[in-house]
T-cell receptor, first 115, second 113 residues
């Protein structure tokens, strides 16, 4: 079956531009997570949705970062006025249940380069 | 302060031998642990997991061992194959619903033919 998909796979933005990154989770997966992976680091949590509700956004690094999942399926991560430190791979993951299932399935990521 | 630590950035093993990847954690609230494998330009792929109520979980060539008192886990791959060459991430979470994963920095495994 189809896994988690993300688009675009690569994005180059000039400093100060806004970007929007899309995530299509596995069909029927209730939970959706966004992570940021800097070069040489492990993924770090940004935000979590259960259906359309954003239950945890404690990992968003600044108010320039905004995520939404209006219909409980596709999610968009938006970064306003991009800065060079935003350069990273942005990973989306989905999971099938709210309780009792712990494995998260990741998409291929979007590599964002801010010049 | 890193809550999940993988202290070996890289590991090189001969084909057919055992690969042992190590992971330490500091947060005693963690009670579920996962290993992910990552190839270049791909997202992490779930490999194997273990709950804190167990000390071992085996799946084919992959075995994860958990030592709760030492806050240490390890992934054993035997026999190692060239296709196992990848970056391996250890991750941990609390068991309270769908909480975020906390990752280590990864260990790059190279299996030499």
């Amino acid at each position: 079956g189809a896994g988690v998909s993300q688009s675009p796979r690569y994005k180059v933005a000039k400093r100060g531009q806004d970007v929007a990154l899309r995530c299509d989770p596995i069909s029927g997966h209730v939970s959706l997570f966004w992570y940021q992976q800097a070069l040489g680091q492990g993924p770090e949590f940004l935000t979590y949705f259960q259906n359309e509700a954003q239950l945890d956004k404690s990992g968003l690094p600044s108010d320039r970062f905004f995520a939404e999942r209006p219909e409980g399926s596709v999610s968009t991560l938006k970064i306003q006025r991009t800065q060079q430190e935003d350069s990273a791979v942005y990973l989306c993951a989905s999971s099938s249940e709210t309780r009792g299932v712990h494995e998260q399935y990741f998409g291929p990521g979007t590599r964002l380069t801010v010049t | 302060d890193q809550q999940v630590k993988q202290n070996s950035p890289s590991l090189s093993v001969q084909e057919g031998r055992i690969s042992i990847l190590n992971c330490d954690y500091t947060n005693s609230m963690f009670d579920y642990f996962l290993w992910y494998k990552k190839y270049p330009a791909e997202g992490p792929t779930f490999l194997i997991s273990i709950s804190s109520i167990k000390d071992k979980n085996e799946d084919g060539r992959f075995t994860v061992f958990l030592n709760k008192s030492a806050k240490h886990l390890s992934l054993h791959i035997v026999p190692s194959q060239p296709g196992d060459s990848a970056v391996y991430f250890c991750a941990a979470k609390t068991n309270s619903g769908n909480t975020p994963l906390v990752f280590g920095k990864g260990t790059r495994l190279s299996v030499i033919a």
